[in-house]
């Protein structure tokens, strides 16, 4: 999504952050000189940051160690859609990552963590329209951290707010590229895997050449325990990674045609098999797109397919295999983490659904949305944008944000959404170039889990059911026809026929690297949901959106007097932004440190002599 004023970056902003060169200022110094070139005040503070942060996770780990030694808890089950107890899977994720990545990242500033969050167990499936599992509500200090620093109501939904700029010159630099670095997938995939990404990289550069084409990618389900009981049979075959081969079985009482088998197929940029990793489809899907946000390029992932075809599972897994956002969420954090000597980065987070055609905040539930449209393109006017520090504080508002989510059990799915959901996440990175100005980049990330669609029952007439079927039907028939519009070459592209696709904008037709993925379900019984899903999904490949350029702005070293002023004003704000942040940790440190005394004093059983 546009920022307010860009303009071509040069050539020259390529070295990027690795070549500034940077002095620190003594912290009495902090707030009250102005010299020039300006440095940034708060070096001192984020120096005592990383050295708490690592105090306090030496003390954490300590403490976890302690803790093992007791017996270990029952393993947690869900029992109800297990895509809502994220917090716990991250936190383990996030130790197993940290386990590997410890040695090479001790020099590197460590995100704040949260305090787990415990969840209830034996939620109940509830059939109400709103989602009613009885989970942990999120710690109290992530609402408390978010008054201190927000929230910003007035954000809208695909703009991020910009700053009165100092700015007088301003940089835009051309589409997604081979710039874009492969950081991480290849090391979770399989060796037979690295050779396929090698190709999907293949599309991508292609992409790069010819502006953006949404890539689309097709995942299969496994088959059910029950659906294989019920004898039902697989009808699609992945075959080479890329090609999906549909069988359309002959229906066992119709004895004319029993042996007739007619078949289609398609091909996609990748098609994932009923075995593929969450992993691996988030890192053939999504990791360039998490990448290019630092850059300061836009990016959208959206799920789509018949209910219960596995689309909740992709963007939100489960707790033992977490989905695209949680994986995305992970990412984006360690590679602020990997960047904190760098620059500075600010992330926001927003989450709505979009439920009987309308729009609700997911972080704050309250009044409908209201969708207006301004030189930025669509706004959710209201809705609240949270600042995050930390991947456990996202996973809390996203856990926050899945329980006002709007689900209920339908006759495919027993968690079925019954909502589309978007998530969207802003990275504003603002670094300084050689010569001191400011470099700022806004990228933008979109997760999009859609609601799927289902046939009508005739015994759901007139019920709320059928009205919510009604509404996400005809969201998703608006979106086929601005797909068709857009594949066609139409000027007039239909967006404004449902709410979905008013937000869906500026992933489909603007400056944006879209993904798109099509789940499908195995069995033949939903033979003709899973052929409309691959009709659909092979539409999309046609779609180019527009060459997703770059939101970078750069602040030249203000030379007036009131910008100079201007600029000390939003470097006092970080300070104390900064040491907010400071507080928090010097507070969590000491939370610890007098859990791990509480726990060496308490004396254990057999400690005693039996007399
Ligand atoms: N790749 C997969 N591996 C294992 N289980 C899966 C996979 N995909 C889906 N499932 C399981 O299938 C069930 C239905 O999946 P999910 O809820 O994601 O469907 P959906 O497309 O989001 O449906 P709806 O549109 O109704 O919300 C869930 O129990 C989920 O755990």
């Known amino acids: 999504m546009p920022v307010s004023t860009r303009s071509h970056i040069n050539s020259q ?112 499936l509830n059939s109400a329209v709103t989602r009613t599992f ?73 992409n790069e050449a010819s502006g953006s084409r949404i890539l689309v990618f097709v995942r299969l389900r496994p088959m059910f325990k029950k659906e294989r009981e019920a004898g039902l049979r697989c009808c699609v075959k992945i075959v080479n990674r ?30 994932f098999s009923d075995s593929t990793s969450q992993q691996e489809v988030y890192s053939t899907t999504t990791v360039e797109l998490v990448e290019a946000v630092f850059q300061g390029r836009n990016g959208s992932v959206f799920c789509y397919g018949a209910t219960g075809a596995g689309k909740t599972y992709t963007m939100l897994g489960t ?4 989905g695209v956002m949680v994986l995305a969420i992970k990412d984006l954090f360690t590679k602020i983490r990997q960047r904190s000597c760098d620059g500075n980065h600010a992330v926001h987070l927003s989450y709505l659904e979009v439920y009987n055609e309308t729009v609700r905040d997911l ?35 996203l856990q926050r944000g899945n329980q006002n989510r709007t689900t209920e059990p339908t006759r495919a799915n027993e968690t079925s959404s019954r909502s589309h959901a978007i998530l969207q996440v802003v990275v504003e990175y603002r670094v300084k170039d ?25 015994t759901d007439q007139r019920t709320l059911r059928s009205l919510e079927g009604a509404n996400i039907n005809r969201s998703l028939l608006a979106l086929s026809s601005c797909i068709n519009a857009l594949v066609e070459g139409k000027k007039h592209i239909p967006y404004r026929n449902s709410k979905l696709t008013q937000l869906l904008k500026d992933s489909l037709g603007g400056a944006c690297n879209t993904v798109m993925i099509a789940n499908i379900s195995p069995s033949n019984l939903s033979f003709g949901e899973t052929q409309n899903t691959l009709h659909w999904a092979d539409r ?72």
């Open 242 to 271: 890329k090609d999906v081969y549909l069988t359309e079985f002959p229906n066992d009482n119709d004895y004319l045609r029993l042996k007739r088998v007619r078949g289609r197929h398609f091909t996609f940029d990748a098609s």
């Open 319 to 322: 707790v033992e295999n977490p």
């Open 434 to 458: 050689a010569s001191m100005n400011v470099v700022n980049r806004v990228g933008k990330l979109s997760l999009i889990d859609l609601a799927g669609s289902e046939r009508a029952l005739a």
């Open 13 to 124: 902003d390529q070295n990027g952050p690795n070549t500034v060169q940077r002095t620190r200022p003594s912290s009495d110094q902090e707030e009250t000189h102005v010299s020039f070139p300006l440095r940034n005040p708060h070096h001192g503070l984020k120096e005592k940051m990383k050295a708490l942060t690592l105090l306090y996770e030496q003390q954490k780990k300590a403490s976890s160690t302690l803790r093992n030694l007791s017996p270990k808890p029952e393993e947690k089950r869900f029992s109800t859609h297990p895509s809502v107890d994220l917090l716990s899977s991250c936190k383990k994720n996030e130790r197993d990552f940290k386990e590997t990545k410890d040695s090479e990242q001790d020099n590197v500033m460590r995100e704040n963590t949260m305090p787990t969050v415990p969840t209830l167990p034996n939620a109940k």
């Open 540 to 611: 999309a490949k046609e779609i180019r959106t527009k060459a997703c350029e770059a939101n970078v702005e750069i602040q030249h070293l203000p030379e007036t007097e009131t910008d100079q002023a201007k600029l000390l004003l939003e470097l006092q704000k970080e300070n104390r932004e900064l040491r907010v942040q400071l507080a928090r940790q010097q507070q969590k440190l000491l939370t610890l440190q007098a859990q791990s005394l509480a726990a060496n004093a308490s004396p254990t059983p057999h400690q005693f002599p039996l007399s």
């Open 363 to 397: 972080l704050s539930p309250g009044r409908p949305l209201v969708l207006r449209e301004d030189k930025q393109g669509i706004i959710a006017a209201g809705l609240t944008q949270y600042r995050a520090y930390s991947t456990d504080e996202v996973m809390a508002l």
């Open 134 to 206: 009885l989970l942990p509500q999120p710690p109290v200090d992530v609402a408390k951290e978010n008054l201190v620093m927000g929230p910003d109501r007035f954000i809208g939904f695909p703009s991020f707010p910009r700053k009165a700029n100092v700015s007088t010159t301003v940089a835009r630099k051309l589409s997604m590229g081979s710039s874009v670095p492969q950081t991480e997938p290849r090391e979770f995939l399989g060796k037979e895997n690295v050779l396929e990404v090698e190709k999907l990289e293949s599309v991508s550069e292609k």
